[in-house]
């Protein structure tokens, strides 16, 4: 059982080392056979391990291999750890991942540097599950680091582009400034606690039961500065649309389905922590709050059809962040998991969309597909219904749950963030019916459009079905069924809800609130949906080429010009003041003042001269004259 | 096995290998030969346990000047460093085609790498004190033979100014030995509360002086820019990988346990300056053109957070600084070596008219792209243990002190990522392969020798720290 588990990450190493090593000798469909069979066993053995937990009573699973990092105070080990938590995430992560895998052969096939993109993926891979296994904080942040390290490979993965480099380079960049929160944070933990391993931490803290610790909200903030770079949370989510400048295989499983919500895993994950600070927690929900909002705004006024979907990545995972800040952890988890398939699964269909319409990605040379892409439509659909939230979709039982836990703990924000769920609503449909409606406005020959071969319409399938009927694991209360995930996960949750009852926080929702909790969302998503139909569909409106004249429309179509103030207040002023220490100190002034002595030197002594008669041996001598003086000074008592 | 042996080891190898001149395979064979010998009496000592190995013999009796030397938990890795780096150093030098193959630069290492034993294992501070000044004329006889024509000059300066540290130690030890006793040099004639707490101060600052400008910490770098920028690559190896080392085995072997309230005194005054140093370098680093320069300023940054992790006495920082100045001194070595392969490639030193470089040398990308993660300082590498280390200790001394440091993570990776993409990443300039001479067998062996470096001492940074650690912890006990 312990094996299985050291063995799961390995296999994808084992891939990366394979292909990485020999992508100039392995034939393109071997470096794919063989980037697959590596996902597709972590996927498999995850699934033992899996029934072998289940079977053994659902004790978690602590594997020690060596001690990793230590000093006097502390250790810590380089070590796995399963628990409820980890199998969620190992399912998803292997599981899309073999999906994402597969559909890549399809994909990428055209690419010469196939077996590079495997090798990059098997890496990916082996990090996320380093990851979500690690058993403790600094296990955690190796994954951290090795997934914002390949995600930096595989944005920049057609590397002469500049501005693909570029954007890989900020994305790696502004991911270290979180990195840099999580270090401390670590360091504070492992201050207060004396471990970092997390079976000790909720031990260590489960005793400590005072709320708002000065200490531990500062550690709670680091963490989450952590969280913030990561999964894209505002102030750091710019990266985030850039990213979109990777094979789209790329933008499906790391920057929708697995590495950006790895934040909200580290949060889950320390839930003991988050539940005692209940000050950081409603901090985050707002910064969940507004990342949810500027992202759903700032998605309705895209054009490039992956720039949709990474705004509205933006927008979900502040969603998630909501639910965290709330104390929903598993809804939060349950929306990652959902959002995983869905988004996953957009990101493909735009895949398949960008490959039929050989690499056009702006919607507005689209329109009239689903008569040549019949496969893609379809599955798009659905998970285009299941993003905006309609039933029986699974994107609506994770969203409301979301919803019903933020209308039990503050209404302005519930209110927000319902109005939020309408504008996805509007812009995914804005989207669809651009991409899929009407008739075909780009330059292409129609017969040339081709769908997905079977190696890219099989995954679609399949995550169609987990984005129809995923939201079977956490249905709501009032359907009288049970609530699978939110009951599986109690006992990782448990230290967090003691924390909350001693908070205060814990909150229950009545039958009746949630009930019209959900006929609201329902209401808005349709309006929505609605909205975008009358405008886009029926009203035959296209987003016009020019640029916009509309003041609000300008704001939110330039991204609220996030970019443009970094630039401004981050950007150039490093820049200036690496310049002035550069120019100005380094060469000026440090400088002079020791050329200043030189010159001294050389008008005292005249000793330069000796140099400049190309006589080097004279400063061994002169070295050596001033030791034998010096020695004798002191000898002979002169001082 | 008596130190004596592998102190003197090298000095055998300089005279062999200035009679074999520019005989290309007998220097290969020296280096290897002589890597082999220095690993083989290493594996011996960590063997033994370190038992017995130190030794004392009378050398300049008049003045009091013995020949003692120890190897200790301390000092161990500084001379295991010192072996892989004078060896990689070689290998460069000795692998660079036949015309090129030059005795003296050969011999001037081993002589170099003779210097850097005898101060690393000294037990006597006059002893130290030689070698550590006789260390700068291998490599100033190398730069100002081989460099471009601004060597000279840079050297010069490099040498000048440690020159000047120098005496501010001489004079310190001039002074201990007057006020000693015993009247000899042996280290363990003072002990930490020898001197009075004013009588510390001032010899603190004349210690701390001569190797902060050896290190350098900020703001006594300004020699090394144009140094490891005009000099053979080489020597800039050697100056960068090891040398700058004596200065940190001088504030661990003598400053912390001799000074340790001349420390509490006045380190405060460095450790700020030399954290304002790790921006410093970094920001400069992220403007500069020339690739040394990225990689000189990089050092400057990595070499003041470990000199402010020194400086702050922290149990951790301390055990960081072991791992970081091997995991520094491992990956600055290799990223110099392939900088110069890559500027020799593209006919330049000037970031801007590189590019693509990617697709002319697969090995050569890979084995760039580890030493960089390990320069960054990415988990699993040989940089992270230290660096997590040594911002820890500093974090703990001071909270904003240590986001201050730790915003290294930050810029190391702006300034490295660039220099990696503009070199190697985007479009080509012309440039198309990477010949025989520039990357031979040998070559990529030597690397993917430091590279695995990289990873092991990454996964198991134990093997250091379960040596080291005992060393800080005596260290520990000084004040």
Redesign the interface.
């Known amino acids: 059982m312990e094996k299985i588990l050291n063995i799961i990450p390995l296999l994808p190493l084992i891939g990366f080392l394979i292909n990485g090593i020999g992508f100039r000798l392995i034939p393109k469909s071997a470096a794919g056979i063989i980037g697959s069979l590596a996902s597709f066993g972590a996927f498999v053995l995850s699934i033992i391990a899996f029934n072998s937990f289940l079977a053994g009573g659902q004790k978690p699973i602590e594997t020690i291999m060596w001690t990793w990092l230590s000093s006097r105070d502390w250790s810590v080990d380089f070590s796995f750890y399963a628990d409820q938590l980890t199998f969620c995430m190992l399912m998803v992560v292997t599981g899309v991942g073999f999906l994402i895998h597969i559909f890549s052969i399809g994909y990428m096939h055209h690419d010469e540097g196939f077996g590079k993109f495997f090798s990059f993926l098997n890496l990916f891979l082996f990090s996320m599950l380093v990851l979500v296994l690690g058993g403790n904080l600094l296990m955690t942040f190796i994954g951290w680091e090795g997934v914002g390290l390949c995600s930096f490979l595989l944005i920049g993965f057609w590397n002469r582009n500049e501005a693909y480099n570029a954007a890989a380079k900020k994305a790696f960049v502004m991911n270290r400034i979180g990195d840099l929160g999580f270090l401390i944070g670590i360091f504070l933990i492992i201050f207060r606690t004396g471990t970092a391993s997390y079976s000790g931490i909720v031990e260590m803290l489960g005793y400590e039961q005072s709320i708002n610790d000065p200490f531990m909200v500062a550690a709670a903030i680091c963490l989450f500065i952590g969280a913030m770079g990561k999964s894209a949370q505002l102030p750091l989510f710019t990266w985030l649309p850039d990213a979109m400048a990777g094979p789209t295989p790329v933008s499906a499983l790391i920057h929708a389905a697995t590495m950006v919500t790895s934040g909200i895993y580290l949060l889950i994950r320390m839930n003991v922590l988050y539940s005692s600070v209940p000050m950081v927690q409603e901090f985050i929900m707002w910064i969940g709050l507004a990342t949810a909002i500027i992202g759903a705004l700032i998605g309705t006024a895209q054009n490039d059809i992956k720039k949709v979907l990474a705004y509205s990545t933006v927008s979900q995972l502040g969603f998630m962040f909501v639910a965290l800040g709330v104390g929903a952890y598993s809804a939060a988890l349950f929306h990652v998991i959902t959002h995983a398939f869905f988004k996953a699964l957009l990101f493909l269909g735009a895949g398949s969309v960008i490959h039929g319409l050989h690499e056009e990605q702006d919607i507005r040379r689209m329109g009239g597909l689903r008569k040549f892409l019949p496969v893609t439509y379809f599955t798009f659909m659905i998970a285009n219904l299941a993003i905006a939230g309609v039933p029986p979709f699974s994107g609506f039982f994770s969203k409301d749950e979301i919803l019903a836990h933020t209308f039990a703990s503050n209404k302005i924000a519930w209110v927000l963030l319902t109005i939020t769920a309408g504008i996805t609503a509007f812009y995914m449909f804005r989207l669809f019916f651009l991409v899929f409606f009407r008739e075909y406005r780009g330059k292409l020959e129609t017969s040339s459009i081709h769908d997905a071969p079977a190696s890219m319409a099989i995954p679609l399938v399949i995550l169609a079905v987990l984005s129809l009927v995923g939201g079977i694991i956490g249905l709501p209360e009032v359907s009288h069924m049970p609530n699978y995930l939110a009951d599986f996960l109690q006992p990782v949750l448990l230290p967090g809800q003691s924390m909350a009852a001693i908070a205060k926080t814990a909150h229950k929702i009545s039958h009746s609130e949630e009930w019209m909790v959900m006929g609201v969302s329902v209401v808005v998503s349709l309006a929505g949906i609605i909205f975008a139909y009358v405008t886009y569909l029926s009203g035959k409106a296209v987003p016009s080429d020019e640029a916009p004249v509309n003041p609000i429309h300008k704001l939110v179509s330039s991204k609220f010009y996030f970019d443009e103030i970094y630039e401004a207040l981050v950007l150039k002023p490093i820049a200036l003041i690496a310049n002035l220490f550069s120019v100005l100190i380094d060469l000026l002034f440090v400088n002079l003042i020791v050329e200043g002595f030189g010159a001294l030197a050389r008008f005292a002594g005249g000793s330069l001269r000796l140099t400049q008669a190309g006589r080097v041996s004279g400063y061994a001598l002169i070295m050596l004259i001033s030791i034998v003086v010096f020695a004798l000074a002191f000898i002979f008592r002169i001082f | 096995m008596n130190p004596l042996y592998l102190l003197f080891s090298p000095l055998l190898a300089a005279v062999a290998s200035w009679l074999a001149g520019r005989n290309a395979m007998a220097q290969k064979v020296l280096a290897f030969a002589s890597l082999g010998f220095s690993l083989f009496v290493f594996q011996n000592w960590n063997a033994s346990g370190f038992e017995d190995l130190s030794v004392s013999y009378p050398w300049i009796q008049s003045?009091g000047i013995s020949l003692a030397l120890a190897v200790n938990n301390l000092n161990y890795w500084f001379l295991v460093l010192t072996a892989l780096v004078v060896f990689t150093a070689q290998l460069f030098h000795s692998t660079q085609g036949e015309d090129k193959v030059r005795g003296d630069v050969m011999a001037l290492i081993f002589l170099l790498q003779f210097c850097l034993y005898g101060v690393f294992m000294a037990q006597d501070l006059m002893l130290f004190y030689f070698c550590y000044?006789a260390s700068i004329?291998p490599i100033?006889?190398i730069s100002?033979r081989y460099g471009s024509p601004a060597a000279?000059r840079a050297i010069?300066?490099f040498?000048?100014?440690t020159?000047?540290g120098s005496?501010c130690m001489?004079?310190a030890i001039?002074y201990m030995?007057?006020q000693n006793g015993s009247q000899d040099f042996l280290f363990s004639s003072f002990s930490s509360g020898y001197f009075d707490a004013p009588v510390q101060g001032w010899l603190f600052l004349a210690f701390f002086v001569a190797f902060a400008i050896k290190m350098p910490l900020f703001?006594f770098?300004?020699?090394q820019?144009d140094a490891y920028a005009e000099s053979p690559v080489e020597s800039t190896m050697l100056m960068s990988g090891i040398l700058l080392k004596m200065g940190i085995y001088g504030m661990m072997a003598i400053v912390i346990p001799y000074f340790p309230l001349g420390l509490k005194e006045y380190g405060f005054i460095f450790i700020g300056l030399s954290a304002f140093g790790v921006l410093?370098g970094a920001?400069?680093a992220?403007?500069?053109f020339d690739i040394r320069k990225v990689l000189a300023f990089s050092s400057l940054s990595h070499v003041g957070l470990i000199g402010t992790g020194l400086l702050t006495y922290e149990?951790?920082a301390l055990?960081g600084v072991v791992l970081q100045m091997f995991a520094h001194g491992i990956n600055i070595v290799g990223l110099f070596f392939i900088s110069e392969i890559i500027s020799q490639q593209a006919a330049t030193r000037d970031l801007d008219q590189m590019g693509?470089l990617?697709r002319s040398s697969?090995t050569l990308t890979v084995l760039f792209f580890v030493f960089l993660?390990g320069s960054i300082a990415?988990?699993?590498t040989n940089g992270f243990?230290g660096e997590?280390?040594l911002?820890?200790g500093i974090?703990?001394y001071n909270h904003a002190l240590?986001?201050l440091c730790?915003?290294t993570?930050?810029f190391s990776?702006?300034y490295m990522?660039?220099m990696f993409?503009k070199s190697m990443?985007?479009?080509s300039n012309g440039s198309t392969s990477i010949q025989a001479p520039a990357l031979d067998g040998l070559r990529v062996a030597g690397l993917v020798i430091l590279a695995g470096q990289v990873i092991t001492l990454g996964?198991?940074?134990?093997i250091i720290?379960g040596i080291s650690?005992a060393a800080v912890?005596i260290l520990m006990l000084a004040y």
Do not use: C
């Not at chain 2, 996964?459 to 134990?462: H, Q």
């Open positions: 003045f000044e004329l100033y006889f100002s000279e010069l300066k040498f000048l100014y020159l000047g005496l001489l004079l001039l030995y007057n703001p770098h300004s020699w820019a410093y920001f400069i992220m403007v500069q149990n951790v055990e693509g990617t697969f993660l990415v988990p699993l243990p997590f280390k911002i820890m974090f703990n240590g986001i730790g915003s993570v930050i990776s702006v990522l660039r993409q990443l985007g479009e996964l198991f940074p134990g720290s650690d912890r």
